[in-house]
């Protein structure tokens, strides 16, 4: 079974950063896409960032400039780095990964990580 773990969250103050984690375990199929999801308490699932295999990566509008994802490969890992946070960014963070197993589409989720940021 695939195994998506992140790590990193904790509490910081506005103004402050975090590096979020996430490695992949297990994986028996080419990971396409790896990225970031934030869910804030009482909104919906979001997204923060994506990369692909080959680097290409999408960030949400809102976040460009504080926010940076990039990825080994090699490793599986996916990384997530948040600067200059703000109370708003409070959130679960979660890790996917998506990819393709013949004609098959997989798309697996980590359990999450709470960031939270005081003002």
């Known amino acids: 079974q695939v195994q998506l773990v992140e790590s990193g969250g904790g509490l910081v103050q506005a103004g402050g950063s975090l590096r979020l984690s996430c490695a992949a375990s297990?994986?028996?199929?080419?990971?396409?896409?790896m990225g970031w999801y934030r869910q804030a308490p009482g909104k919906e699932r979001e997204l923060v960032a994506t990369?692909?295999?080959?680097?290409?990566?999408n960030l949400a509008d809102s976040l460009k400039g504080r926010f940076t994802i990039s990825r080994d490969n090699a490793k599986n890992t996916v990384s997530l780095q948040m600067n200059s946070l703000k109370p708003e960014d409070t959130a679960v963070y979660y890790c996917?990964?998506?990819?393709?197993?013949?004609?098959?589409?997989?798309?697996?989720w980590g359990k999450g990580t709470l960031v939270t940021v005081s003002s």
């Open positions: 297990r994986i028996t199929f080419n990971i396409a896409t």
């Open positions: 990369i692909t295999s080959g680097g290409t990566t």
């Open positions: 996917r990964a998506v990819g393709r197993l013949g004609v098959q589409t997989l798309n697996y």
